[in-house]
């Protein structure tokens, strides 16, 4: 990649960005989100909306997403229509913005393209699990895929959790025990059906595409602690070069003794 490409993310910027106060942090009483649209299966984005959340995908080259249900859903629309299969899949970008397309065969196809493309990192923790599910739902290749879990493993390496939530407590600590994810129910599984996600399902898939960052400006903070940079300096080569040493490994790759 060329490094004059790479967003300009100082220390301070990205402190403010990881604060309780930035876009990344869902407190759970957070029970709307102006940030988040939902497609249905019979439902196109806007074109302006997807233009302006893929702004900072392109800027930073990274999208997370996440997908949802164990695959058992009925799809709407053709091809296969009231057949079991369907995926719902989740993306947010480095805005804090979040996708939902209750179809994922209905994504559009610039989405599917970067999925597809060498020059972008894709993230989630456990991704392998979501790319099986894509693969089967019109996503024919997603490439440089990252596992959010190896990459906490390279900040803290002698931890034997690395899953979301303990990458969450990683990055903010809890207040008097306070819990800060919300977990994943049966109790979701209806608003699947009706293709509609509300209050704390939302809040689910939305912090599992936006926390991710956080753990990724967080990760990048600790590795340039190490170099005694100052305030000012951009970040983003650090962030960039870890997750190139994290790209399709698992966390079984940093804890192997050989």
């Known amino acids: 990649k060329n490094p004059t490409s790479m967003p300009e993310i100082t220390k301070a910027d990205a402190e403010r960005m990881i604060s309780r106060e930035g876009p990344y942090f869902i407190g759970m009483r957070r029970e709307v989100f102006p940030n988040a649209h939902q497609f249905r299966s019979h439902e196109k984005i806007d074109p302006e909306l997807l233009r302006t959340f893929l702004v900072t995908v392109k800027a930073w080259r990274v999208l997370c997403f996440d997908t949802e249900s164990d695959g058992k859903l009925l799809y709407k629309v053709g091809p296969d229509k009231g057949k079991p299969g369907r995926i719902p899949v989740i993306f947010g970008n ?3 913005q979040v996708l939902v397309f209750h179809d994922a065969r209905q994504t559009p196809q610039e989405l599917i393209d970067i999925c597809a493309d060498f020059a972008y990192v894709k993230i989630q923790s456990g991704i392998e699990n979501d790319i099986r599910h894509l693969k ?3 996503f ?3 490439r440089n895929a990252v596992d959010l879990q190896t990459l ?3 900040a803290n390496p002698t ?3 690395c899953g979301i939530e303990a990458a969450t407590r990683y990055v903010w600590e809890p207040i008097d025990g306070e819990p800060l994810r ?4 049966f109790k979701f599984n209806p608003q699947y059906v009706v293709e509609k996600m509300e209050k704390e399902c939302l809040r689910h898939s939305v912090q599992d595409v936006v926390v991710p960052y956080t753990i990724m400006l967080k990760v990048a903070l600790e590795i340039t602690k190490l170099h005694q940079t100052d305030a000012y300096k951009n970040i983003f080569p650090a962030l960039n070069e ?8 698992s966390p079984a790759n940093f804890r192997n003794e050989n």
């Open 140 to 142: 024919p290749y997603i």
């Open 182 to 185: 919300t977990k994943w129910s």
């Open 152 to 154: 906490l493993l390279i």
């Open 159 to 161: 931890s034997d959790q």
């Open 136 to 138: 089967t739902n019109g």
């Open 242 to 249: 870890a997750m190139e040493i994290c790209m399709s490994k």
């Open 94 to 96: 480095p805005d804090g």
